[in-house]
């Protein structure tokens, strides 16, 4: 008897080791989806090595660097301006609610102190602080939430095999084995989710340059859950969600545009919280020569579609290798902020409203709160074909001044007055019955 009852425990705990596939989010992780998707704004940073040659983050692989060469770099990564404090402070007086951070990105490079490698900005840099370990205590200080970015892919470990799509034309990279491999991620990430804090999420990049490895996710994204389970997992893997992930990411397109080659098909777009990626100018690791900034107009438009299509916006700065934040783009950033401030409300905590969203008309919504964004200036009569909804007054959001609207069954119509054109938003609040 006692056999078969420890055979049957035996077999519980191992299938259990597997078993991300029947995840349920505990309360904890239903908590943070919905801080998630409230707070519709958090800051990317794409820091490393990499930011040094002022050439993006995938430089390695652009200029085919030999991981020999490559391996130089951390001895001149001494970035004495960086201040966690100043980072989160810009984070903040932007409006961003959290950080996801470059914790090791595809050059295999670890800026934060790890046990697992020797190649990290602590081991094999004159810096040789941990400085994600100065933004944990910065972000938990001020009440941002911290995401680790982390690749999968690797173009400096020998263990990375076999290899992927990318990072062929690299001289010195050997062939080892992926188990290897395998416990060396799970290693580190148990790391940044035991000497961190409390985490807000890991956000996965790389799984298509081995669309068909066995990543061991059900084991990965397990032991994440285990060890925090409030932690968001989300995959920059361009497919609909697997099991074990909490919210869904869009890189460089609002959900179902697909713009990019790589862009996830709007079929595959399900009903986690969504958060969209994008840069300031055209870059998102540190680029010299990226003089593509977007402007004040283009940046706050994006953040107002993203709301309009119910999701995030993760935006990028690419910090200097000096420690620094572009002085660029700070400047945006302190513009976005100062948008928010005024406008934040019809942004935050709100869900995509019942208008479908266009280019030059995106609503959110909450409640009975239905805020019309009109992104075109040159639009001053609005009509919204087949409104349903039954109304009780149409304001304008900054002033409360009310509008006259005429609703018959042909739809919704009403006209901005000229004083209230706004070239970046103008933002109509009707509120239903
Ligand atoms: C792509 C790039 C990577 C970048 C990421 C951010 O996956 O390969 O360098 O970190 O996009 O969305």
């Given at each position: ?300 438009q994006?953040?107002i579609s993203?709301?309009g ?44 409203g019942?208008i479908s969203p266009s280019k030059d008309m995106v609503s ?8 019309l964004h009109s992104l075109n200036?040159?639009n001053?009569?609005i009509f919204i ?40 938003d103008t933002i109509i ?5």
């Open positions: 008897m006692k056999k078969i009852i420890l055979s049957v425990l035996v077999t519980l705990l191992y299938f259990n080791s597997f078993c991300q596939k029947d995840y349920i989010p505990d309360a904890s992780n239903l908590k943070a989806r919905q801080w998630f998707e409230d707070a519709k704004f958090g800051m990317f940073i794409h820091w490393g090595v990499y930011s040094i040659l002022g050439d993006g983050e995938w430089v390695m692989q652009h200029q085919n660097i030999t991981v020999e060469n490559y391996e130089k770099l951390p001895a001149f990564f001494n970035p004495l301006k960086f201040n966690a404090k100043e980072w989160v402070k810009i984070a903040k007086d932007a409006g961003m609610k959290y950080i996801t951070i470059t914790s090791r990105h595809h050059d295999g490079f670890s800026m934060f102190d790890s046990k697992a490698t020797e190649y990290s900005i602590v081991k094999s840099t004159p810096y040789k602080k941990d400085i994600l370990k100065e933004l944990a205590a910065e972000c938990k200080k001020e009440n941002i939430k911290l995401f680790f970015y982390y690749s999968l892919l690797d173009w400096n470990r020998d263990d990375y095999f076999p290899r992927g799509r990318t990072g062929n034309g690299i001289k010195g990279r050997k062939e080892g084995n992926w188990m290897n491999y395998i416990n060396f991620m799970k290693a580190q990430l148990t790391e940044l989710l035991t000497n961190y804090g409390e985490i807000g999420g890991i956000w996965f990049d790389g799984d298509w340059d081995k669309k068909t490895a066995n990543w061991h996710y059900d084991e990965i994204y397990k032991l994440i859950h285990d060890l925090q389970p409030q932690c968001l997992i989300g995959n920059n893997h361009h497919e609909a969600v697997k099991k074990g992930e909490d919210f869904q990411m869009f890189e460089k397109d609002l959900p179902g545009k697909a713009t990019q080659r790589f862009a996830s098909k709007a079929e595959d777009i399900g009903t986690l919280p969504k958060e969209v990626c994008e840069t300031i100018n055209g870059s998102w690791g540190f680029n010299l020569q990226d003089n593509r900034h977007k402007s004040k107009r283009e940046l706050i994006y953040l993203a709301s299509y119910g999701s995030n916006l993760l935006l990028n700065v690419g910090p200097m290798p000096n420690g620094e934040i572009q002085p660029k783009h700070i400047q945006s950033l302190r513009e976005i902020g100062n948008w928010l401030n005024t406008n934040g409300e019809t942004i935050y905590g709100t869900k995509a019942s959110t919504q909450k409640g009975k709160t239905l805020y200036k040159n001053q009569t074909p087949d409104f349903k909804e039954n109304i009780s007054v149409v304001k304008l959001f900054r002033t409360k001044e009310k509008l006259k609207f005429k609703k018959d069954s042909y739809g919704l119509l009403l006209k901005i007055p000229d004083h209230a054109l706004d070239d970046i609040e009707i509120t239903l019955k």
